[in-house]
């Protein structure tokens, strides 16, 4: 069936390759949705407002049919249609292509050669390997690679993790640009916080008043797995040592199968930036929400208790116990221990911020348009 989606994008894709490239049009494809306040959206509102260019916007989730109602079913139906043909044609067609994950049909696209494509990703440094680094069947690693061939550049947050991005996407290094992640911008930007927890706690009065702790694991490959993660964690205990705490939990996207109980705030339909910048640390395993934290000097810490079996199916770029910035835990009770005293490894915080991060600062978006743009305009 993907195979089938794959050609029949090309097809009309490559039919629209007759019309001229818009030297003033700028793709947006967001195979993953990263929300209002990723890289791919902050680099569309900073084209948007310099001003001048055809923006347009191509997301997969035009794909999702709504069958809530006839006129729902037949909405998202001739919406689907536009995605394999309208927005077909206005890829083909622009001169600058920026994504934030593989966009797959894109292993059978044939670009002009004057097009721009730039790889944003999705998250910042290289923490768990992924893209071709990370174990793939053949047929997603042969078409990740055709991908990846398409690409002028790849953006990256720091000099140290170029060539694992060259690794991930199988390019030559001097397409990997180190020019810091464009969605941090809006991280470190000056933010009214205290209205943002007002408003919070308006929506969530349990929270009034205590510091937020922040649970978000990333997914596991099966749902009895997926179901442990909250499980693995004594909410009644956590409640009782810390009174004056709030046990916040953000499911992952493909969890499906784990429940949070009522003794926890279930924030999972929440920005993740938003909760970065309103919780006071993060409890999490081997998800890169942990950059985020980092990035703001805030307390990480590791509940990995199925670390060997993660490490066997998924391994990282550097040793996880030593490399990691905060304390690795592996059971409940140590991680209540571990909450107690959240800034004990501050050193290891900081390593890992200067490593993954060469620029602390709200310019971004703005190195990325100057590169991008000036080198091919």
Same mark, same amino acid.
């Given at each position: &069936?993907?195979? +089938?989606? *794959?050609?029949?994008?090309?097809?009309?894709?490559?039919?629209?390759?007759?019309?001229?490239?818009? @030297?003033?049009?700028?793709?947006?494809?967001?195979?993953?949705? /990263?929300?209002?306040?990723?890289?791919?959206?902050?680099?569309?509102?900073? $084209?948007?407002? =310099?001003?001048?260019?055809?923006?347009?916007?191509?997301?997969?989730?035009?794909?999702?049919?709504?069958?809530?109602?006839?006129?729902?079913?037949?909405?998202?139906?001739? @919406?689907?249609?536009?995605?394999?043909? !309208?927005?077909?044609?206005?890829?083909?067609?622009?001169? *600058?292509? !920026?994504?934030?994950?593989? $966009?797959?049909?894109?292993?059978?696209? =044939?670009?002009?050669?004057?097009?721009?494509?730039?790889q944003l990703w999705h998250a910042e440094g290289a923490f768990k390997k992924f893209g071709?680094?990370?174990?793939?069947?053949?047929?997603?690693?042969?078409?990740?690679?055709?991908?990846?061939? =398409?690409?002028?550049?790849?953006?990256?947050?720091?000099?140290?993790?170029?060539? !694992?991005?060259?690794?991930? $996407?199988?390019v030559e290094t001097d397409k990997i640009l180190p020019l810091g992640s464009a969605r941090?911008?809006?991280?470190?930007?000056?933010?009214?916080?205290?209205? %943002?927890?007002?408003?919070?706690?308006?929506?969530?009065?349990?929270? =009034?008043? @205590?510091?937020?702790?922040?649970?978000?694991?990333? !997914?596991?490959?099966?749902?009895?797995?997926?179901?442990?993660?909250?499980?693995?964690?004594?909410?009644?205990?956590?409640?009782?040592?810390?009174?004056?705490?709030?046990?916040?939990?953000?499911?992952?996207?493909?969890?499906?199968?784990?429940?949070?109980?009522?003794?926890?705030?279930?924030?999972?339909?929440?920005?993740? /930036? &938003?909760?970065?910048? #309103?919780?006071?640390?993060? #409890?999490?395993?081997?998800?890169?929400?942990?950059?985020?934290?980092?990035? +703001?000097?805030?307390?990480?810490?590791?509940?990995?208790?199925?670390?060997?079996?993660?490490?066997?199916?998924?391994?990282?770029?550097?040793?996880y116990e030593s490399g990691v910035p905060g304390p690795v835990v592996r059971d409940s009770?140590?991680?209540?221990?571990?909450?107690?005293?959240?800034?004990?490894?501050?050193? @290891?915080?900081?390593?890992?911020?200067?490593?993954?991060?060469?620029? %602390?600062?709200?310019?971004?978006?703005?190195?990325?348009?100057?590169?991008?743009?000036?080198?091919?305009?």
């Amino acid at each position: &069936m993907k195979k +089938l989606f *794959y050609s029949l994008y090309a097809l009309f894709f490559n039919i629209s390759r007759i019309f001229p490239l818009r @030297k003033n049009r700028v793709a947006f494809v967001a195979p993953h949705n /990263g929300g209002d306040n990723d890289s791919l959206s902050v680099m569309r509102r900073y $084209f948007e407002d =310099k001003g001048g260019y055809d923006v347009v916007s191509i997301s997969t989730q035009d794909l999702k049919l709504d069958f809530s109602s006839i006129g729902s079913i037949i909405k998202s139906c001739l @919406k689907a249609a536009g995605f394999f043909t !309208f927005r077909a044609y206005l890829l083909a067609t622009s001169k *600058y292509v !920026f994504l934030n994950d593989n $966009f797959m049909p894109m292993s059978l696209l =044939k670009f002009s050669n004057d097009a721009v494509i730039t790889q944003l990703w999705h998250a910042e440094g290289a923490f768990k390997k992924f893209g071709l680094s990370a174990p793939v069947t053949d047929d997603v690693r042969e078409r990740e690679k055709k991908c990846s061939a =398409k690409l002028t550049y790849v953006i990256c947050s720091s000099e140290s993790v170029v060539l !694992f991005y060259a690794e991930a $996407f199988g390019v030559e290094t001097d397409k990997i640009l180190p020019l810091g992640s464009a969605r941090i911008d809006s991280l470190l930007a000056p933010t009214d916080t205290d209205s %943002i927890r007002r408003s919070f706690d308006e929506s969530h009065p349990e929270c =009034k008043g @205590k510091e937020l702790v922040l649970y978000a694991p990333t !997914f596991r490959d099966s749902a009895e797995k997926d179901a442990a993660l909250v499980e693995k964690i004594n909410i009644d205990a956590f409640n009782r040592e810390f009174p004056d705490k709030r046990l916040l939990v953000k499911l992952h996207p493909q969890i499906h199968s784990a429940t949070v109980p009522d003794g926890a705030t279930n924030v999972t339909d929440c920005d993740i /930036g &938003m909760l970065t910048l #309103i919780c006071n640390c993060v #409890i999490t395993d081997y998800s890169s929400v942990c950059m985020d934290f980092a990035l +703001l000097s805030k307390p990480c810490i590791f509940f990995a208790f199925d670390l060997d079996e993660y490490e066997h199916e998924r391994s990282f770029y550097f040793d996880y116990e030593s490399g990691v910035p905060g304390p690795v835990v592996r059971d409940s009770v140590a991680l209540l221990e571990a909450i107690k005293n959240p800034r004990k490894n501050e050193e @290891k915080l900081r390593q890992f911020r200067e490593f993954h991060f060469d620029f %602390i600062d709200c310019n971004n978006a703005e190195r990325i348009y100057n590169s991008v743009t000036s080198a091919n305009s």
